[in-house]
């Protein structure tokens, strides 16, 4: 009894993905950078329980992981990172991988990375723009969408991100309250054969901490990952 109450304590620490019953080994690269958004320490606070899921994350902070040949190791591309710059060839094994049916997943500040690439910034939905910080609680505008299945709406201190160059081409999963109206946070998209999955959330440790934060990163994960079978962006 004591075994199973501790193992339910568990399941409740770390939330619930509505992948969980069927949950399937993946390899991720998280791509990180040495500035301020530390994403090392970011790494190592979610890699284990992902790790305890079946999703093996590998961490690097070099842009020359960005070619074809290891990429095509990985399921999924992780971004959290803001490197200002990419290379024409880095740029297009990025756009091969996913166009090729892999996924990609920006968190937060990846909506900043390679301001010299257009084609990155449309790729992801929306660049950053700008922010405020706070404690806010968001709007889960698609419940049916099987990346929000399961989930209950984050509230955490974290910055208030606003985007600009937003790409219609997106299904919005979930809104930040705000005075002049809402503005998206969480959305996926397709691409060739491949999706990408983005949230706003994930400032800090507060957010990554946040039970339903890692329920989401997980779930967006395995979604997007699972690219290739499905092939309309307007299906869940």
Not at 169 to 177: D, K, S, W, Y
Not at 211 to 234: D, H, V, Y
Request: glycine share 8%.
């Amino acid at each position: 009894m004591k075994l199973i109450l501790r193992l339910l304590a568990a399941t409740m620490m770390f939330g619930l993905s509505s992948f969980a019953s069927s949950a399937v080994p993946l390899s991720v690269l998280f791509l990180g950078d040495n500035a301020g958004h530390h994403p090392t320490n970011r790494f190592s606070q979610m890699q284990p329980v992902l790790a305890a899921r079946g999703i093996e994350m590998t961490y690097t902070d070099q842009l020359d992981s960005l070619n074809s040949t290891n990429l095509a190791r990985y399921a999924a591309l992780v971004i959290y990172a803001n490197h200002t710059r990419i290379s024409p060839d880095q740029e297009k094994a990025l756009l091969d991988y996913v166009e090729s049916g892999h996924g990609l997943v920006p968190i937060h500040c990846a909506s900043f990375c390679f301001l010299n690439s257009p084609k990155y910034i449309e790729l992801v939905g929306a660049q950053f723009k700008t922010h405020g910080t706070g404690v806010f609680k968001e709007i889960i505008v698609n419940t049916e969408h099987s990346v929000m299945k399961g989930l209950t709406a984050i509230e955490s201190w974290d910055e208030s991100y606003v985007h600009s160059k937003h790409n219609t081409n997106r299904i919005v999963l979930a809104e930040r309250p705000a005075e002049h109206g809402n503005e998206p946070y969480t959305w996926v998209r397709e691409s060739g054969k491949g999706r990408v999955f983005y949230t706003a959330w994930g400032h800090d440790q507060r957010t990554w901490g946040n039970p339903q934060f890692i329920a989401l990163i997980e779930n967006g994960i395995r979604w997007a990952a699972a690219a290739g079978e499905k092939t309309s962006a307007s299906k869940p």
